[in-house]
Nanobody, 121 residues
Framework: VQLQASGGGLVQAGGSLRLSCAAS????????IAWFRQAPGKEREFVAAASWSGGGTTYADSVKGRFTISRDSPRRTVYLQMNSLKPDDTAVYYCAARSLISTKANDYDYWGQGTQVTVSS
């Protein structure tokens, strides 16, 4: 499966952005899609994931209540709605796919190219 992330940009603290991850190839309904992010000098960290099985979702504690992950199966797209953004959310955001849900980056088989999110204070 090929993944294309988009929607990043520059936003002020407290603002919102919606990221999109469009999938092509493969059987979209069989993949868990997750979002990770990586800030300069830091390791890639888990943000959120949406399971193909039963529509379950999971979030990092740092984004719970602010970010929402959702799937649009007909459009083969997963969205990450980010509200109440903070400067600490500044990072390159990547979407990734694998069969079973996981919060570990090394578990994911397929990756998109990343989209930059910058939150100014």
């Amino acid at each position: 499966v090929q993944l294309q992330a988009s929607g990043g940009g520059l936003v002020q603290a407290g603002g919102s952005l919606r990221l999109s991850c469009a999938a092509s190839g493969g059987t979209f309904s069989r993949y868990t899609i997750a979002w990770f992010r990586q800030a300069p000098g830091k390791e890639r960290e888990f943000v959120a994931a949406a399971s193909w099985s039963g529509g379950g979702t999971t979030y990092a504690d740092s984004v719970k209540g602010r970010f929402t992950i959702s799937r649009d199966s007909p459009r083969r797209t997963v969205y990450l709605q980010m509200n109440s953004l903070k400067p600490d959310d500044t990072a390159v955001y990547y979407c990734a796919a694998r069969s079973l849900i996981s919060t570990k980056a090394n578990d994911y088989d397929y990756w998109g190219q990343g989209t930059q999110v910058t939150v100014s204070s």
